[in-house]
T-cell receptor
Framework: AQTVTQSQPEMSVQEAETVTLSCTYD???????LFWYKQPPSRQMILVIR??????QNATENRFSVNFQKAAKSFSLKISDSQLGDAAMYFC?????????????FGTGTSLTVIP | DGGITQSPKYLFRKEGQNVTLSCEQN?????MYWYRQDPGQGLRLIYY???????QKGDIAEGYSVSREKKESFPLTVTSAQKNPTAFYLC???????????????FGQGTRLTVV
């Protein structure tokens, strides 16, 4: 089974600053999908950004961007101009696109605190 | 509005009782999933279903059972065989296109189960 590792249980950032959350994964597949989810105190899981492995260009969504390093199996999330509403748990996730074994694999999460 | 509805939001169970958590989606998604979330352990897959009348065990299926009689519904029963059922449970769904399931998971708001 694929494994997803988030080595930073907790991170903090000053409001308006930039923070990078790390994620590594293990897979033998060449085609797959990666995601970052946000879970605020309400515990609703919200998709932040996704990356298709066959695309070399890093995905961006407004203040959120990723650094996808396929050879290194690394998928970090950069949050620019951090806002108080960014405070949440962030989960990195992996998914195979194929019919078999297509479940999502999640990391253990990084708790982000935004300091006013 | 389309989405996933989990009920109840909070559930209390006496030891030795079976309880059923409801998950309904109106997104016309084929695949549905149940995850358990414990502090520091991320999301762990309990069961998933890719099509009506079919489901597969995830990593921690012992003590749980599911059914998928309708596309819209994927209830989870926590049986008395589950020794430590107190946790937060998340239901999710995703679309399927041919043999490539290449989209993100959409999540319900979760059910907090407590054994009393």
């Amino acid at each position: 089974a694929q494994t997803v590792t988030q080595s930073q249980p907790e991170m903090s950032v000053q409001e308006a600053e930039t923070v990078t959350l790390s994620c590594t994964y293990d897979t033998s597949e060449s085609d797959y999908y990666l995601f970052w989810y946000k879970q605020p105190p309400s515990r609703q899981m919200i998709l932040v950004i996704r990356q298709e492995a066959y695309k070399q260009q890093n995905a961006t969504e407004n203040r959120f961007s990723v650094n996808f390093q396929k050879a290194a199996k690394s998928f970090s999330l950069k949050i620019s101009d951090s806002q108080l509403g960014d405070a949440a748990m962030y989960f990195c996730a992996y998914r195979s696109p194929h019919y078999t074994g297509n479940q999502f694999y999640f990391g253990t999460g990084t708790s982000l605190t935004v300091i006013p | 509005d389309g989405g996933i509805t989990q009920s109840p939001k909070y559930l209390f169970r006496k030891e030795g009782q079976n309880v059923t958590l409801s998950c309904e989606q109106n997104l016309n998604h084929d695949a549905m999933y149940w995850y358990r979330q414990d502090p520091g352990q991320g999301l762990r897959l309990i069961y998933y279903s890719q099509i009506v009348n079919d489901f597969q065990k995830g990593d921690i299926a012992e003590g749980y059972s599911v059914s998928r009689e309708k596309k819209e519904s994927f209830p989870l029963t926590v049986t008395s065989a589950q020794k430590n059922p107190t946790a937060f449970y998340l239901c999710a769904s995703s679309i399927r296109r041919g043999d490539r399931m290449n989209t993100e998971a959409f999540f319900g708001q979760g059910t907090r189960l407590t054994v009393v």
